[in-house]
């Protein structure tokens, strides 16, 4: 789940397809949504979310994040950046560096994947979390999933294959 589906949870603009539904349109697909995984787990080390690390204790606590909840946001609304960990003016929780290596050594992660910055670098904090898009909405650039070659180990996200999509 990102920050998109859930919309009625915390409304964000413009929200062309929200706004388009009748209200028992919303409600349907509202409550298909929120039957979405937060994230997803490799063995390897690899995590797989949508915007930033939660504090939890381990992986096995993602599965019972709240909705709504500060964990919850900073999954689906997080960013990550070069700079103290804060929250920006449009109440997006920003990291920085020590919550990544903080958060990545306490989950046993290798290396996290995920979207949610258009314009964030590729690969941070020593190659260890990967942002990638399958969008077109924020404008030209590659569309890329990142997939991990069956055997292989993974020490950084250059471990990780990047395929660009049409």
Known sequence: MGNHEAWRTA?????DFWEGLDPDEVD???AALEFLPYAAWHPAG?????????????LTSIESIELGSEA???????DWGDRPSSV?????????RRAFVNRARQ??????????QPHAPTSQFDDRCLTIFTSSAY???PRRVALLPAGRGVE?????????ID
């Open 11 to 15: 409304p964000f603009f413009p929200a």
């Open 28 to 30: 349907a697909v509202t």
């Open 46 to 58: 690899v995590l797989a979310l949508h915007g930033a690390l939660p504090d939890v204790a381990d």
């Open 72 to 78: 919850w946001r900073a999954i689906t609304w997080g």
């Open 88 to 96: 920006t003016s449009s109440g997006r929780p920003m990291f920085g």
């Open 107 to 116: 989950l046993g992660l290798r290396v996290l994947v995920r979207s949610h």
């Open 139 to 141: 404008g030209p650039g």
């Open 156 to 164: 950084t996200t250059r471990s990780l294959d990047l395929e660009t």
